[in-house]
């Protein structure tokens, strides 16, 4: 079914209310910023609606607004929302608790739901494509069956280009077809939009899990440095390196071990090496110990057992009368 909305013709002081009611209709419920003139405001809709489907040519007036705690509880469908900037844009949302800015540029794709609150701010009036989709169509094909936050698509990119073709495809296609083939036209766009989410939460990822690679190895290295210095604690670790001693914890959990655990096992390698090794001959253990960063030897013995399987001095013995 075609639509098409303006506030031409609708007195000044209620454009603003019939253009959010219009946009609550057919997306979702919206918050309007500050409105300089209502006898200037103007805004329209173009599209086509079909079987929980809308894609419309979206002109509005409104050069900020936000989707509130109270605009999400309003919505009594769920549904995703493909939008393609016109004009540039930033958005504004908290995803786990975390702020975070998106920019858009002309072109730029946002790739959202409505369960997500945010703040948007365009240069100029604002002016965008709109595909609304239901979550009964979308939902199956990611994973999870939900989005974790807002997707940000560049129009450069090889998806954000596939992804603008079929929306012009689209746009100047489904109009001219029966409601059915348009709804399964439209349905057709959610594989794109699914691999698109997929392939942006994967580079998201990867980009992290690089991030933390790199931090991980960076402790690492310092621990090499600093191993020999009873003094070598989180905190002081997590000082050096620009980090908090949360984040220092958090980037071992994935190895299965901690820092603690690191440093501890590193020091008895050390120790190990020294005292069954030919530069270690002239050492005493206890020597070799404490040069290494232990201040308890009873907690070195306890320890080099566990890890080795004998005491330090049955090691020894053991490797000198190998040959070694």
């Known amino acids: 079914m075609r639509i098409h909305f303006s506030t031409d013709g609708v007195p000044p002081r209620e454009r603003v209310a019939q253009w959010r009611d219009f946009f609550a209709r057919h997306a979702h419920h919206i918050t309007p910023g500050e409105v300089p003139d209502d006898n200037v405001f103007k805004a329209e809709a173009v599209g086509h609606v079909t079987g929980g489907f809308a ?7 409104l050069e900020s607004m936000r989707r509130t705690a109270a605009d999400v509880a309003r919505d009594t469908t769920e549904a995703f929302f493909v939008r393609r900037f016109r004009m540039a844009a930033i958005w504004r949302t908290a995803t786990r608790n975390t702020p975070i800015d998106l920019a858009f540029e002309p072109g730029d794709f946002c790739i959202s739901a409505n369960e997500w609150q945010f703040e948007e701010e365009a240069k100029g009036a604002a002016s965008f494509d709109l595909l609304v989709i239901p979550r009964p169509a979308l939902s199956p094909l990611l994973a999870g069956g939900r989005l974790m936050r807002l997707f940000r698509l560049p129009a450069a990119s090889p998806l954000g280009s ?14 001219l077809l029966p409601d059915e083939l348009g709804e399964s036209v439209l349905r057709n766009l959610c594989g794109l939009v699914a691999l698109a989410c997929g392939a942006s939460f994967e580079d998201a990822e990867q980009a992290r899990d690089s991030t933390r690679t790199a931090q991980l190895t960076a402790i690492k290295r310092y621990i090499d440095l600093n191993l020999s210095d009873p003094a070598l604690t989180p905190a002081r670790a997590s000082a050096a390196l620009g980090l908090s001693v949360r984040q220092l914890h958090r980037l ?24 069954a090794g030919a ?8 020597d070799i110990a404490f040069g290494w960063g232990f201040n308890s030897m009873a907690t070195f013995y306890r320890a080099f057992a566990s890890e080795f399987g004998a005491a330090p001095v049955a090691l020894r013995e053991a490797r000198q009368g190998e040959g070694v």
Request: aromatic share 6%; glycine share 8%.
């Open 252 to 275: 071992f959990e994935p190895t299965g071990s901690s820092f603690a655990r690191y440093v501890l096992r590193q020091r008895l390698l050390r120790c190990r090496d020294a005292v």
């Open 279 to 286: 530069t270690g001959t002239g050492r005493s253990v206890v």
């Open 162 to 175: 596939l992804l603008s073709a079929a929306i012009d495809a689209a746009n100047s296609q489904v109009p």
């Open 55 to 61: 894609l419309l040519d979206i002109q509005s007036g």
